[in-house]
């Protein structure tokens, strides 16, 4: 069975060559940052896949493991523009969310979210 770091780094890597949203999903999480104030009301999904592919990027973006009733998820944040983002991969590389936290501190050490390291660490 291939371990969890190499999923994680497989999801990311595929994540930066095309981002891949769940089918009808892209729109709605589209207009959820726009309703949030995360994105300006006339950014496109080209505008928010290119946050995600510059978060996916920063090689000093922290490394998560995310779990949901048991289920892994790659988490990676790190700041653009100025605010903290958050990007969510199931570890098949399939979008599952991101957005902007506002109190990354508090809401990263909560029990579900497991540090991994920096993202140049993990992809070696």
Same mark, same amino acid.
């Given at each position: 069975?291939?371990?969890?770091?190499?999923?994680?780094?497989?999801?990311?890597?595929?994540?930066?060559?095309? /981002?891949?949203?769940?089918?009808?999903?892209?729109? *709605? $999480?589209? #207009?959820?940052?726009?309703?949030?104030?995360? %994105?300006?009301?006339?950014?496109?999904?080209?505008?928010?896949?290119?946050?995600?592919?510059?978060?996916?990027?920063?090689?000093?973006?922290?490394?998560?493991?995310?779990?949901?009733?048991?289920?892994?998820? /790659?988490?990676?944040?790190?700041?653009?523009?100025? *605010? $903290?983002? #958050?990007?969510?991969?199931?570890?098949?590389? %399939?979008?599952?969310?991101?957005?902007?936290?506002?109190?990354?501190?508090?809401?990263?050490?909560?029990?579900?979210?497991?540090?991994?390291?920096?993202?140049?660490?993990?992809?070696?």
């Amino acid at each position: 069975m291939i371990d969890l770091r190499t999923q994680m780094v497989t999801a990311i890597q595929s994540t930066k060559l095309q /981002v891949r949203w769940r089918p009808g999903s892209a729109a *709605r $999480h589209l #207009l959820k940052r726009k309703l949030r104030g995360h %994105l300006p009301n006339e950014a496109t999904l080209s505008d928010y896949e290119q946050i995600i592919r510059t978060i996916l990027e920063d090689a000093q973006a922290k490394i998560y493991v995310y779990r949901h009733n048991d289920v892994p998820y /790659v988490v990676v944040t790190t700041i653009v523009q100025s *605010r $903290h983002w #958050l990007v969510m991969l199931a570890l098949d590389g %399939l979008m599952e969310s991101a957005y902007v936290v506002e109190n990354p501190g508090s809401y990263l050490s909560k029990p579900v979210f497991e540090m991994v390291g920096l993202l140049n660490e993990v992809l070696g």
